[in-house]
């Protein structure tokens, strides 16, 4: 390949002039362009297969989640939420977020172009908003997802901040999708708590196995206690053992009191997700790695200096909310329970939830306000996902995996954090302007300005509202066609039995050997109903049938010769 030298030599001569000045300058701006073109693919497609990791962090975290005798089905959930996703961002869903976008033309609800990858599409960037709407977990989000992440980050959208007129001169700053992305992945399941006065998420088996409605009175924090002493007593002291009583320990033994007045499912359940939880601790830390493509590889492009140090001052802000996210949350359940219940115990589930709170909290303002302001929103994430997890419990919402804690209660904070905290230093090199900025910052210039705050509430009921108008006919829709909650005898016997062809690990937990002789009866007799209903017999049945016709002919023929 010949140098941009020669190639300009051979145009305009040896001899120095201002063409060849001209067109070597032209060369080398063509090359440096081409450069920083391939980093920013390269960065974007990184970016987005850290982002796509984030599937197997959901996968183990669904998995350690609930009971094992459901593991293959929700593993299959998460595969049919990447491969569904793919056909649907494919056809429909990035033509409605980012399709035919273009400033000029003003404010649209929605985009109307390039479905099927038609257009003229940055095929990298496609690839970093489908992993991003992978983390939407259900087909119908195909058509909630779009129409905010328009309303967010599209140049038409009318709360972006990319706007040429943005909604009061500020539009919205979320940086990664604290509103956009996770406010919307479980908007689902604050539909089907409205429209079912009882909420059945697709991660329907909760933990221990019981409906919350089932709950005892019994408080979140002395129910962790309980549970750690449950977890303690039965792989360190044969506390069965009579010969072995007096030797337990006082406080042992008014655990086993109290286990004494809890159903059998508590117990098994309560074992079970102590023995499952380095499935959730794996997904935790495959989602906390995956968030290093999330919130970093949102400023799209890494080509230049500003665009570095915006990444860079994302993957900080994502390490501190976090952290303090999880350190919050444990240390302040281990407060809480300890006066309650005179007993220091470390909740494993609230560190960990603690940090995803964390995480979702910063998402939005990640590249736009301080370290400090950081850790900050993280320690207050974790406060917030405490109480939102016993408001769950006190509206008897069974949600295994504490999602609407952690994203929606998460997301909104975040989304609305950014309003409190965006700096005007972070702000400019993010975003370009520093004229509305973080509500405390306003009141450190004197004036008090609620522009950016006013903007940020306003996004947060933008998608409350529409996702509710999408998915409450929808739920409705599910439960006029009893379609909102499997059949009660597949329940007991586990999904991954009675609708994928045997459990995905055998053991004793798996299923009752009577629940599933009872569903294997019941499909039986339902075949036989839906054959004779239909006037078609396989060949079984009919050997079946000519078998009783014969048995009964013998049985006749007896009775005659008896009645001799």
């Given amino acids: 390949m010949s140098s941009a030298y020669e190639v300009c030599t051979s145009q305009h001569g040896s001899e120095l002039s201002v063409e060849l000045l001209q067109c070597v300058s032209d060369a080398a701006e063509n090359g440096r362009n081409d450069i920083s073109s391939g980093l920013n693919s390269f960065f974007l497609i990184y970016a987005g297969a850290l982002v796509f990791f984030m599937q197997v962090g959901f996968a183990m975290l669904c998995a350690g989640s609930i009971r094992e005798k459901n593991v293959k089905n929700v593993l299959l959930w998460n595969l049919l939420d990447s491969a569904g996703g793919a056909f649907g961002f494919w056809s429909v869903g990035y033509a409605f977020a980012y399709g035919g976008q273009d400033a000029s033309k003003g404010k649209t609800f929605i985009g109307n172009s390039d479905f099927f990858l038609t257009g003229d599409t940055d095929l990298e960037f496609w690839f970093f908003q489908y992993a991003f709407a992978c983390a939407l977990s259900s087909i119908v989000a195909g058509f909630v997802y779009p129409v905010c992440a328009h309303a967010f980050w599209s140049s038409n959208g009318f709360l972006s901040a990319f706007a040429a007129e943005p909604l009061w001169g500020a539009g919205v700053i979320d940086f990664a999708g604290s509103g956009p992305v996770h406010m919307v992945s479980v908007k689902d399941l604050v539909s089907k708590r409205v429209v079912d006065g009882g909420f059945y998420s697709p991660l329907s088996f909760a933990f221990i196995n019981c409906s919350v409605e089932e709950l005892r009175p019994l408080s979140w924090p002395s129910f962790l206690a309980l549970a750690e002493d449950v977890f303690t007593m039965t792989t360190e002291l044969n506390w069965m053992n009579p010969k072995q009583w007096d030797h337990i320990p006082s406080h042992y033994r008014s655990v086993h009191e ?245 459990p995905a690990y055998e053991s004793e937990g798996s299923a009752k050997a009577d629940a599933v002789a009872a569903l294997s009866a019941s499909r039986h007799d339902l075949l036989n109903i839906s054959n004779s209903l239909s006037g078609r017999q396989g060949k079984s049945s009919k050997n079946e049938l000519a078998q009783k016709e014969e048995h009964a002919d013998d049985s006749v023929k007896a009775g005659s010769v008896n009645a001799a």
Avoid at 317 to 325: E, I, Q, V, Y
Avoid at 392 to 397: A, D, E, G, N
Avoid at 435 to 457: A, H, K, M
């Fill in 258 to 502: 109290s286990i004494s007045r809890l159903p059998t499912e508590w117990i098994d359940g309560l074992i079970f997700r102590f023995v499952c939880c380095h499935r959730d601790y794996t997904g935790t830390f495959a989602l906390w790695f995956g968030w290093y493509g999330f919130n970093p590889g949102s400023s799209i492009y890494i080509s230049t200096a500003a665009y570095g140090d915006v990444s860079s001052l994302a993957a900080v802000n994502t390490t501190l909310g976090s952290a303090a996210g999880a350190l919050s949350g444990m240390f302040t359940s281990t407060i809480v329970d300890e006066r309650k219940t005179g007993v220091y115990t470390w909740d494993t589930t609230a560190a960990m939830n603690g940090c995803l709170t964390g995480l979702v909290a910063i998402t939005a303002g990640c590249a736009t306000v301080e370290p400090w302001a950081a850790f900050v929103i993280g320690i207050l994430a974790g406060w917030i996902y405490l109480a939102a997890s016993s408001l769950m419990l006190r509206l008897k919402i069974d949600d295994a995996v504490d999602a609407i804690p952690v994203h929606m209660f998460g997301g909104a904070w975040g989304v609305i954090a950014t309003g409190l905290f965006t700096s005007p230093g972070r702000l400019e090199k993010a975003y370009n302007t520093t004229e509305n900025v973080g509500w405390f910052y306003e009141w450190g210039r004197g004036s008090g300005n609620f522009t950016l705050l006013g903007c940020q509430l306003v996004s947060v009921l933008f998608v409350l509202g529409w996702s509710a108008c999408i998915f409450g006919p929808f739920c409705m829709l599910l439960k006029t066609l009893n379609w909102l909650r499997i059949d009660p005898l597949e329940e007991e016997v586990g999904m991954d039995i009675s609708r994928h062809k045997g």
